[in-house]
T-cell receptor, first 115, second 114 residues
Framework: QQQVKQSPQSLIVQKGGISIINCAYE??????FPWYQQFPGKGPALLIA?????SEKKEGRFTISFNKSAKQFSLHIMDSQPGDSATYFC??????????????FGKGTKLSVKP | DAGVIQSPRHEVTEMGQEVTLRCKLI?????LFWYRQTMMRGLELLIY????????DSGMPEDRFSAKMPNASFSTLKIQPSEPRDSAVYFC????????????FGPGTRLTVL
């Protein structure tokens, strides 16, 4: 119940294309769903996040789509650029018990955007 | 503002040696998280502190691992004795608040145990 399942493991997209990464969760107590971006040799950094009271959030070329009934959420990167090449992690956090601050991370998706 | 600071950035040691990783939180943050990242297991939470108190240490692999917060802005993660399977990148992250807030990650310490 604590898992967040992320797919695909790796993704190759042409410059200008749309990158889509999907995540699924089981625990309905999760109430915060961030996406983190990690470049080689760096720590993960928050990219965009959503709470379950909305179905979509957009920031520039990055959009989170959230389906509460299906317990799924996805990251869409429009007009993908070579500079977007990185590893992307979805995560979920619940506001319950002793784990109020914990993020549960997916396994990550390595995105390569070809010029 | 300085971000989360970790030291050392790289550590190479031999099996059986003690390893201490250090982390300085962002000023004003009161939650501290230690993570371990490997290709096989991804990003794993080891332990989480709030206001210097360990809240969840269920991810600490075994008794060889220990973490402390001697003060509100500093934490150490110690491995004694170290083993080759401990080789990984160790991140600390800090945030403000006990139930939310963005986690800001440090640059990580790459640990290699020979």
């Amino acid at each position: 119940q604590q898992q967040v399942k992320q797919s695909p493991q790796s993704l190759i997209v042409q410059k200008g294309g749309i990158s889509i990464i999907n995540c699924a969760y089981e625990n309905t107590a999760f109430d915060y769903f961030p996406w983190y971006q990690q470049f080689p040799g760096k720590g993960p950094a928050l990219l965009i996040a959503i709470r379950p009271d909305v179905s979509e959030k957009k920031e520039g070329r990055f959009t989170i789509s959230f389906n509460k009934s299906a317990k799924q959420f996805s990251l869409h990167i429009m007009d993908s650029q070579p500079g977007d090449s990185a590893t992307y992690f979805c995560a979920a956090k619940g506001n319950y018990g002793g784990s109020q601050g914990n993020l549960i991370f997916g396994k990550g998706t390595k995105l390569s955007v070809k010029p | 503002d300085a971000g989360v600071i970790q030291s050392p950035r790289h550590e190479v040691t031999e099996m059986g040696q003690e390893v201490t990783l250090r982390c300085k939180l962002i000023s004003g943050h009161n939650s501290l998280f230690w993570y371990r990242q490997t290709m096989m297991r991804g990003l794993e939470l080891l332990i989480y502190f709030n206001n210097n108190v360990p809240i969840d240490d269920s991810g600490m692999p075994e008794d060889r691992f220990s973490a402390k917060m001697p003060n509100a802005s500093f934490s150490t993660l110690k491995i004694q004795p170290s083993e080759p399977r401990d080789s990984a990148v160790y991140f600390c992250a800090s945030s403000f608040g006990s139930s939310g807030g963005t986690q800001y990650f440090g640059p990580g310490t790459r640990l290699t145990v020979l």
